[in-house]
């Protein structure tokens, strides 16, 4: 993932022009570091052709707040790919360029919620935004 030119040009051999094709992050930029990840996305982005659509998701810690952030220090202590939590407003940026999707970045169980029999959707720790390339 750190290195979106080889990735392009692998998926170039494999792709068509002719095929529908979308970009799907999920939650899969967490060991890329903040001053990168920006880099990367807009990298990926700018090689999909006009109309086609981009999902994103990343951990926060906007629903358990500090015990999110404790079960990130314990990963991070144990593991090789570190996690970074996000803020709201590092994920709505991610769209820049982009058209958001109704409703934009949000907590991924309220993006378009089916009505269920077994309560309300829950706000979590995990945030994402649709968009489409113009």
Known sequence: MRDPVTLLREAAGILGDDEPIGLVLLGILFPIPDDEVYDVVR??????PSGRH?????????????????AVRRWNASSPAPITLWAPAEIERFPEGLEPVDPGPVSIPLWRPEPSEVGEPRFMDESGVVARTS
């Open 43 to 48: 990298a990926l982005v700018e090689a999909l």
């Open 54 to 70: 981009v999902i994103l998701t990343h951990a926060t810690n906007e629903a358990t707040g500090e015990a999110m952030e404790e």
